[in-house]
C-alpha cells in the first residue's frame, strides 16, 4: 500500500448488502477518505445522494478532494461531527435516509500520521484525539489516572492479562518523566513485555487508550439508536468493526432491535411490549476472503453486520 492511502475494507460486500435499489438518501458517518462512499454512490447511480460525516478534519478535506474529483455531479454533501450525534445533527429527522454506514476505526493514513499520535509504530505526540471537542489528549490520561484506573482501561478496552503489570510499568516510567510522546510510551510498556509479545501488547494498549480518549464505544452505542432513527422503512444500516468490543455492541444491539419479545424464556406469555425495529440480513458476520486480506492485512479482523429497518416501525 501506497503511504498517505487507505485501502476500504469489505467494500464490494457493503454496497452489495446495504444498495438495494438504484437513486435514494445515504449516509457514511465515517467517510474517511470517501473510498465506501465511492463505491456505495456508484452502485446507487446518478440518483443517489449521499451525506459523508467525519469528525476528523483532515478526512474531510481529503474525503471533499475525492469527492470533487470521482463524484462531480454534486450529488453529495460533508458534515463535521460524531457519528453518535447523528440524527440531532441531520435534524432529528425520521426515515429519511434508505442506507447508513459505519466504518469504525482509523484510516490508515491517520494511524500512519506521527502527528495524531495514534499508533506505537510510529513516533509522535501522544495525542490521539480524533477532534478536540472529545476531551484532553491521551497524554493527559496516561499521566495523571491512578494506577488502579490506568489498569482497568487498559483491561476492558484493551483485553490484555497482563493489564497491572503494564500499568505499574507506565507509572515508573512517569515518575522519573512525563509520558508526552507514542515512543516513550512504547518504550514504558516494552520494558515489562518480552520480544516475541511486544507487537500485540503494544496492540491492545494503544486500542485501548484511543478508545478512551475518544469514547469509542459510547459515540457507538449512541449511533446505533440514532442510525435506526434515521433509516427509512427497508433502510440498511451496516456497520464494520474491527475489534471484539465493537462488533459484540452492535450484535447486541441488532439482535435485540430484531426481537418481537425480550420477556425471560420462563414467562408464560409476553409482557414486555417490545417490537422489532430491524430485520436482521446478515446472521453470521460478513469477513473479507483470503484474496482481499492478502491485498490488505487490515482486513483480517474486519466484521460487517447489517440490518433492515422494518416498515411498520418509525420511532425506535
Ligand atoms: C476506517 S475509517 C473510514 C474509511 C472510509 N470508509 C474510507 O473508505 O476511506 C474511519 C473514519 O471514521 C472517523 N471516525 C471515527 N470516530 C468517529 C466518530 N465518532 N464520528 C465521526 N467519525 C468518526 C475517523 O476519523 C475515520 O476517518
Known amino acids: 500500500m501506497k503511504e498517505n492511502q487507505h485501502i476500504p475494507v469489505l467494500r464490494q460486500e457493503c454496497t452489495e448488502l446495504l444498495i438495494t435499489r438504484p437513486g435514494g438518501r445515504l449516509l457514511d458517518g465515517t ?11 456508484e452502485k446507487a447511480g446518478p440518483q443517489a445522494f449521499l451525506i459523508g460525516m467525519d469528525l476528523d478534519l483532515e478526512s474531510l478535506r481529503r474525503a471533499r478532494r475525492v ?51 495514534l499508533s506505537y509504530a510510529v513516533d509522535g505526540p501522544l495525542d490521539m484525539r480524533l477532534s478536540p471537542v472529545v476531551g484532553p489528549p491521551a497524554s493527559e490520561w496516561v499521566n495523571q489516572l491512578p494506577v488502579a484506573e490506568l489498569a ?22 512517569r515518575r522519573r518523566a512525563p509520558i508526552l510522546t507514542t515512543g516513550a510510551l512504547r518504550d514504558a510498556i516494552s520494558t515489562v513485555v518480552p520480544p516475541r509479545f ?15 480518549v475518544n469514547r469509542e464505544l459510547e459515540a457507538l452505542e449512541a449511533a ?13 444500516l451496516g456497520v464494520i468493526s474491527f475489534h471484539s468490543l465493537e462488533d459484540r455492541i452492535v450484535k447486541r444491539f441488532m439482535m435485540h432491535a430484531a426481537k418481537d419479545c425480550i420477556c425471560p424464556p420462563d414467562f408464560p406469555a409476553c409482557c414486555c411490549k417490545h417490537r422489532a425495529t430491524l430485520r436482521l440480513v446478515t446472521r453470521k458476520p460478513v469477513r473479507a476472503g483470503k484474496s482481499e486480506i492478502s491485498r490488505n492485512i487490515r482486513s483480517r479482523s474486519a466484521t460487517l453486520r447489517v440490518a433492515a429497518k422494518l416498515s411498520c416501525e418509525l420511532a425506535a
Not at 198 to 212: E, G, P, S
Not at 224 to 236: D, I, K
Open 31 to 41: 467517510v474517511g477518505m470517501a473510498g465506501t462512499s465511492l463505491a456505495l454512490l
Open 67 to 117: 469527492l470533487s474529483e470521482s463524484a462531480p455531479n454534486g450529488h453529495w454533501g460533508l458534515v463535521r461531527a460524531s457519528f453518535a450525534r447523528m440524527d440531532v445533527v441531520l435534524g432529528g429527522g425520521v426515515g429519511t435516509f434508505d442506507a447508513v454506514l459505519l466504518d469504525l476505526g482509523y484510516s490508515s493514513v491517520q494511524l500512519d500520521d506521527p502527528r495524531r499520535g
Open 152 to 173: 482497568d482501561l487498559i483491561r476492558c478496552f484493551g483485553e490484555e492479562r497482563h493489564a497491572h503489570r503494564i500499568a505499574r510499568a507506565i507509572d515508573n516510567a
Open 198 to 212: 511486544r507487537i500485540k501488547t503494544l496492540a491492545r494498549v494503544f486500542q485501548a487508550i484511543r478508545i478512551h
Open 224 to 236: 446505533l439508536p440514532a442510525a435506526t432513527r434515521l433509516l427509512a422503512p427497508g433502510g440498511r
